[in-house]
T-cell receptor
Framework: GENVEQHPSTLSVQEGDSAVIKCTYS??????FPWYKQELGKGPQLIID???NVGEKKDQRIAVTLNKTAKHFSLHITETQPEDSAVYFC??????????WGAGTKLIIKP | GAGVSQSPSNKVTEKGKDVELRCDPI?????LYWYRQSLGQGLEFLIY????????KSGLPSDRFSAERTGGSVSTLTIQRTQQEDSAVYLC??????????????FGPGTRLLVL
């Protein structure tokens, strides 16, 4: 079935450094790839998304890249700050209305 | 504006009891999703409502789980005869139309269920 794999499961970076989280998907028909951030005790919140007609999208310190040929996409966070500490989920559009979710990456920003 | 709200925020129950979890989606959103998130895990899809269409119940883990959505707005998720493995955070999300899975899903804060 459709699957999204996300790596790493935990990522610890020094404040100010960059963080990269990678996802691969299996369904070649997927054309929408959102990233959600979940802070402790809260529901996930969309932070950035990309559609298959573009290869990269940037919003201030966060960016997402997409390689449709290889079926993988990545989240890049530059100049990390303590408030970036959270769990990040990638997802890919599946059949009909469904999103296929990655397992999540716990990002820890060390002061 | 008001986001997705869920109640209760926390629920502790005894094994074998029934529980009802409530979700109030964003006004005007026709699509509503329920997910389950076990400790430190990802999102497990449970059920999907879209407008007046029949819900997609394909993610419900057993017949102890059911959900309804009244008047196209508020939804309740019911778990009968709760088991300890039902302990998790239950998340509700809504989106404007829910078509093609390409819309932003707006999540509530979740209900933390603990079955003793």
């Amino acid at each position: 079935g459709e699957n999204v794999e996300q790596h790493p499961s935990t990522l610890s970076v020094q404040e100010g450094d960059s963080a990269v989280i990678k996802c691969t998907y299996s369904d070649s028909a997927s054309n929408y790839f959102p990233w959600y951030k979940q802070e402790l005790g809260k529901g996930p919140q969309l932070i950035i998304d990309i559609r298959s007609n573009v290869g990269e999208k940037k919003d201030q310190r966060i960016a997402v890249t997409l390689n449709k040929t290889a079926k993988h996409f990545s989240l890049h966070i530059t100049e990390t700050q303590p408030e970036d500490s959270a769990v990040y989920f990638c997802a890919a559009s599946g059949a009909d209305y469904q999103l296929i979710w990655g397992a999540g990456t716990k990002l820890i920003i060390k002061p | 504006g008001a986001g997705v709200s869920q109640s209760p925020s926390n629920k502790v129950t005894e094994k074998g009891k029934d529980v009802e979890l409530r979700c109030d989606p964003i006004s005007g959103h026709t699509a509503l999703y329920w997910y389950r998130q076990s400790l430190g895990q990802g999102l497990e899809f449970l059920i999907y409502f879209q407008g007046n269409s029949a819900p997609d119940k394909s993610g419900l883990p057993s017949d102890r789980f059911s959900a309804e959505r009244t008047g196209g707005s508020v939804s309740t998720l019911t778990i009968q005869r709760t088991q300890q493995e039902d302990s998790a955070v239950y998340l509700c999300a809504s989106s404007l139309q829910g078509l093609l899975g390409e819309e932003t899903q707006y999540f509530g804060p979740g209900t933390r269920l603990l079955v003793l």
